[in-house]
């Protein structure tokens, strides 16, 4: 009985991860190069340094900031190039920006992001709570001169993670790379396409 809680506790786990990973795909569609969008920058907003679970990854991606910034921000079209997510509703019309909500299903979980910070090809976090664990999502989007590296963090805390940590950072470790390679993937496939 004892195998089949753990099990279900890693499903679980995992299908949080993937939801409070991607999902908030908190960013914004505007470009600070067109007239009248705005350039303000706000204090960074920073994952949980405390949480008992963190990941980091990077990826280097061939192909334009922009192309990139677009591909993670149109949150509706998340399903046709994320596997596994099932489905992204925006709450908030219009771009993504701080406050905007946005609700997306991965796995059988139901999860509702908010965007924290959206400073337009430089840097996205998004967050909040799900089934018990507080999730604080950052992306950064660095140029270079072999294309964009992209690095994401993320952070979880909450009683189920302190229940089952290694199961937990496990799915997130996972969760993180599978969204890495599938932003490089589909960015690199519409530049060459």
Same mark, same amino acid.
């Given at each position: 009985?004892? !195998?089949?809680?753990?099990? @279900? ?35 960074? !907003? ?15 991606? #061939? ?6 910034? @677009? ?18 509703? @925006? #709450? ?26 959206? #400073? ?15 999730? !604080? ?23 189920? !993670? ?18 890495? #390679?599938?932003? @490089? ?9």
């Amino acid at each position: 009985m004892r !195998v089949t809680t753990a099990a @279900k506790s890693a499903v679980l786990t995992s299908t949080l991860i993937l939801a409070t990973t991607g999902t908030a795909a908190a960013l914004t569609d505007e470009d600070p190069g067109r007239a009248g969008a705005a350039t303000r920058h706000t204090a960074d !907003v920073n994952i949980d340094l405390s949480a008992p679970v963190i990941t980091r990854d990077s990826i280097l991606i #061939d192909a334009p900031l922009h192309t990139i910034w @677009k591909v993670q921000t149109d949150v509706a079209t998340w399903p046709s190039w994320q596997p596994d997510v099932d489905g992204v509703v @925006k #709450d908030t019309p219009g771009r993504l920006r701080p406050g905007s909500v946005f609700r997306w299903s991965t796995e059988g979980l139901d999860i509702t992001s908010t965007v924290q910070q959206a #400073d337009y090809g430089k840097r996205l976090v998004w967050g909040g709570p799900a089934q018990g664990i507080t999730a !604080v999502h950052v992306w950064t989007f660095t140029p270079t001169r072999n294309g964009v590296l992209v690095h994401t963090e993320e952070s979880w805390s909450g009683a189920p !993670v302190l229940a089952d940590r290694a199961a937990l950072q496990a799915a997130l470790d996972n969760s993180l790379r599978k969204w890495v #390679d599938n932003l @490089k993937r589909e960015a690199e496939t519409r530049v060459a396409g």
